[in-house]
């Protein structure tokens, strides 16, 4: 008996102290991947990416289908599949002491989902110039033959437009031109920057200057969880 009620404080207390529940907002080309990686080898949470989660998760059965009968048709996945995805794997094990979740929620629909499932102790905006992220995404070349990724700036081939691992010819994908960066950047205005306000309210939001390397990046966003969490 007195054994018991002395470990419900001690398990309450060290799961209150120790959690980081973290979201990551940045739009397209921010980095968002890439420090998510970086929180979550250096706080042992898992890392949360909506793409991984619905590739891993595709055949998941919900009421609503699984996210394989859309993505088989090219179709996007429907956000009553997507929270029944994230609702299950928010509650596996790995995810008790926190997690970084990085494209989701995109707008206020999904954060609001998210509200209902999660309490959230972190949320940080990635903030890059646009001409900045331009450069990053418009510069990428892929590989035709094996997938491998180039950057015409930051990791050029050997042999310009020739893949350095397999010689195949790299494509310049319609996905990294202008117009449709363009458009996905208007989308992220337009769908998923007032969740800035909405959690700027909630105190929970702290912008991190993402310009600049990935390790100058990772500087500052580091120095952001050592402040807050
Ligand atoms: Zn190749």
């Known amino acids: 008996m007195v054994e018991v009620s002395q470990e419900v404080p001690e398990s309450i207390g060290d799961t209150m102290s120790n959690r980081k529940n973290i979201v990551v907002l940045g739009p397209p080309g921010a980095g968002?991947?890439?420090?998510?990686?970086?929180?979550?080898?250096t706080y042992d949470i898992p890392h949360i990416s909506t793409g991984k989660m619905l590739r891993e998760h595709k055949d998941l059965e919900t009421e609503h289908g699984t996210a394989r009968d859309y993505m088989e048709k090219g179709d996007l996945v429907p956000d009553r599949v997507v929270y029944r995805i994230l609702d299950h794997r928010l509650e596996k094990n790995d995810t008790k002491q926190g997690f970084v979740l990085d494209g989701?929620?995109?707008?206020?629909?999904?954060?609001?989902?998210?509200?209902?499932?999660?309490e959230l102790d972190l949320v940080i905006s990635l903030e890059v110039d646009q001409e900045e992220i331009m450069v990053r995404l418009t510069g990428r070349r892929v590989c035709e033959d094996c997938g491998e990724s180039f950057h015409i700036k930051f990791r050029?081939?050997?042999?310009?437009?020739?893949?350095?691992?397999?010689?195949?010819?790299?494509?310049?994908?319609?996905?990294?031109?202008?117009?449709?960066?363009?458009?996905?950047?208007?989308?992220?205005?337009?769908?998923?920057?007032?969740?800035?306000?909405?959690?700027n309210d909630k105190d929970l939001l702290e912008e991190v200057d993402g310009n600049g390397s990935i390790e100058e990046v990772w500087k500052k966003t580091r120095q952001t969880l050592e402040e807050t969490l």
């Open 32 to 41: 968002k991947g890439t420090q998510c990686e970086k929180i979550s080898e």
């Open 104 to 118: 989701f929620p995109r707008d206020m629909e999904q954060a609001k989902h998210l509200e209902e499932r999660r």
């Open 156 to 199: 050029p081939p050997e042999e310009e437009k020739v893949c350095d691992e397999c010689g195949g010819d790299l494509i310049h994908r319609d996905d990294d031109k202008r117009e449709v960066i363009e458009e996905r950047l208007e989308e992220y205005r337009n769908k998923t920057l007032p969740l800035k306000e909405f959690y």
